[in-house]
């Protein structure tokens, strides 16, 4: 929860209201696809746990395709809604990069599953807190140079670091 907040943080104190208050609707959009991906999953926890990596590896494959399919319609969606309901001046760079940003939790969520049944919590912590370092340093980074577009992108990057950082944990376990 910590490592997908900092950026709001960050935000908060580095750019003005009107760009925190647009940072910070628009992300929602794209936290609450990738709440998605938890609500399919939740149901077969405990066959998750159970299954062998070879099975856990196409689930990943199957869960990333489906979140390139939701997030290609999901995208023009938020898009419209966020410039036209909202007001918000966002380009399409933002909206792709929220896309990015929310597509590793497709992936990466049926590794957390397996690594919590083999009693990994120590290694997804250590993931986890990886994942903030990254997005500390990304995001401040990019927003001194880029504002809005480089918190996304921050962000956006963070999340692909844990996709790494779980695939990484996932390689080393026996079962």
Do not use: H
């Amino acid at each position: 929860m910590l490592q997908a907040k900092t950026d709001l943080y960050l935000v908060s104190m580095m750019l003005d209201d009107d760009a925190l208050a647009a940072y910070q609707v628009s992300i929602n959009f794209f936290v609450y696809l990738q709440a998605l991906v938890g609500f399919v999953l939740l149901p077969f926890a405990k066959n998750l746990y159970r299954a062998p990596k070879r099975l856990i590896k196409k689930i990943c494959f199957r869960s990333g395709i489906s979140g390139v399919l939701l997030i290609t319609v999901f995208l023009p969606i938020v898009y419209y809604i966020l410039n036209s309901i909202y007001g918000f001046n966002l380009g399409v760079e933002i909206i792709i990069l929220g896309g990015l940003y929310a597509l590793p939790t497709f992936i990466f969520s049926p590794l957390v599953y397996k690594l919590l049944g083999t009693k990994q919590e120590k290694a997804v912590f250590r993931v986890t807190v990886f994942g903030l370092l990254v997005n500390v340093i990304f995001t401040y980074g990019l927003i001194t140079q880029f504002g809005i577009i480089g918190a996304f992108a921050g962000s956006m990057l963070s999340n692909w670091a844990l996709l790494v950082g779980y695939f990484v944990v996932f390689r080393k376990t026996e079962s």
